[in-house]
């Protein structure tokens, strides 16, 4: 296992209104956050914030390339992004869901004190398989065929690369001391972005190079 401190690109936020960030997910142009009562679009390049829709969102977010997923409590809404509106809802795994991922045609939901990652169905709900984690997890996000997630116990918090086979970890970013991590996507290149939890902020940080990259 290869261990290394996280490299922190850029922090946005505060923003006015949400006091907390939870998940967060990346459409090709801009970051969606969850905080709370709202799903906000936050534009990388200038900082800023250019548009809500008033929904639940008290956990992970996902975009399969034309809707976004949006956990709330014990359900996940489906969500056009152009009206706002949820044109569907599927039940949550239950157990503390947290981090949200669309890879493979498939939703996959964190659940945090239960330790686990589950594939599951984004028409049914049904699970299809379920990958265990050695800590808490809170958000999860998929690049090129590499699940990462997000951990975050006490005032330590770590992102991990896992082998989706068997749950070994495979690489270990450490976040400074006192900076938590809630949600978690890529940028499909080599950013993560890292929802900040009740900082309020989102935060990029580097991913690591691969040779074949």
Request: aromatic share 8%; charged share 25%.
């Amino acid at each position: 296992m290869k261990k290394s401190a996280a490299e922190i690109l850029r922090e946005y936020g505060p923003f006015p209104g949400a006091e907390q960030v939870h998940g967060v997910t990346f459409d090709g142009r801009h970051v969606w956050f969850a905080s709370g009562d709202r799903l906000n679009a936050l534009d990388p390049s200038s900082g800023q914030t250019v548009r809500s829709i008033d929904v639940a969102a008290h956990a992970g977010t996902a975009f399969d390339g034309k809707h976004l997923f949006q956990i709330a409590e014990d359900r996940i809404q489906k969500i056009d992004p152009k009206t706002g509106h949820v044109v569907a809802t599927i039940p949550t795994p239950g157990g503390g869901d947290s981090g949200l991922a669309w890879a493979e045609g498939t939703l996959w939901v964190g659940q945090y004190r239960d330790r686990k990652i589950h594939q599951i169905d984004p028409e049914t709900g049904a699970i299809l398989r379920t990958i265990e984690s050695s800590r808490f997890v809170t958000g999860v996000t998929w690049v090129d065929g590499e699940l990462w997630h997000a951990t975050w116990e006490g005032d330590e918090s770590e992102i991990r690369q896992i082998d989706h086979e068997t749950g070994e970890v495979l690489e270990v970013l450490a976040m400074p001391a006192g900076v938590s991590v809630s949600g978690l996507e890529s940028d499909g290149g080599d950013q993560l972005f890292c929802g900040g939890g009740s900082s309020g902020k989102v935060r990029a940080i580097r991913r690591p190079r691969r040779e074949s990259r």
